[in-house]
């Protein structure tokens, strides 16, 4: 079947633009997640979904990020005034439930590039 | 706080080599243990789990066993290919209350195989 899907795959954006990344996960998961890869970082957390509500956003480094999901399916993250240090790989995971034992399907990844 | 700690790499081994990647971490509470890899240019996905003491998680010949007295989960395998060559990702999960099971990272670990 399909797998978790992400939209664009690529984006350059200049310094203090709004941009907006797009996920769509495996039919019937209700759980997702986006985190961010970057290489002084690592790969870090950043928000958490069940269903349309967001119970953990401890990840979120800043007030210029945001998430939202809908109908318990596609999530957007936006990030607003974007900054050099944004410029990462953001990556979602869906998973069908969140049990300790509960694997985590990755998408490819957008990776975004800050100017 | 919950953290992942992963050998250095990058490591590069001739094939047929044993492999051997170092993982320990610490987490309050009992959490489950993971290592995802990602192959050059594809997502991240899930090689392996383990998810109480003792246990072991294998796939694809690799194994690890879930330490609790040492806290590690170390990766290893008998005979490593070519086709291993990626970047190795040991996590961890602990799922209590909002945390939904989101993973925490160690910082990866890359792996060549040279024929």
């Known amino acids: 079947g399909a797998g978790v899907s992400q939209s664009p795959s690529n984006k350059v954006t200049e310094k203090g633009k709004d941009v907006e990344l797009r996920c769509d996960p495996i039919s019937g998961h209700t759980a997702l997640y986006w985190y961010r890869q970057s290489l002084g970082q690592g790969l870090e957390f950043l928000i958490y979904?069940?269903?349309?509500?967001?119970?953990?956003k401890s990840g979120l480094p800043s007030d210029r990020f945001s998430a939202e999901r809908t109908g318990g399916s596609v999530s957007t993250l936006t990030i607003q005034r974007t900054q050099q240090e944004d410029s990462a790989v953001y990556l979602c995971?869906?998973?069908?439930?969140?049990?300790?034992?509960?694997?985590?399907?990755f998408g490819p990844g957008t990776r975004l590039t800050v100017t | 706080g919950n953290s992942v700690t992963q050998m250095e790499g990058p490591v590069t081994l001739s094939e047929e080599a044993f492999l051997t990647i170092n993982c320990t971490y610490t987490?309050?509470?009992?959490?489950?243990l993971f290592w995802y890899v990602q192959y050059p240019g594809e997502g991240l996905q899930l090689l392996l789990k383990a998810t109480k003491a003792d246990d072991k998680g294998s796939n694809k010949g690799f194994e690890a066993t879930y330490r609790k007295e040492t806290t590690s989960f170390h990766l290893e395998k008998g005979s490593v290919q070519v086709s291993d060559s990626a970047v190795y990702f040991c996590a961890l999960t602990l799922s209590a209350n909002n945390q939904g099971g989101k993973l925490i990272f160690g910082q990866g670990t890359e792996l060549s195989v040279k024929p």
């Open positions: 987490a309050t509470g009992y959490p489950s």
């Open positions: 995971a869906s998973s069908p439930g969140v049990g300790l034992s509960a694997e985590q399907y």
């Open positions: 979904f069940q269903g349309n509500s967001a119970p953990d």
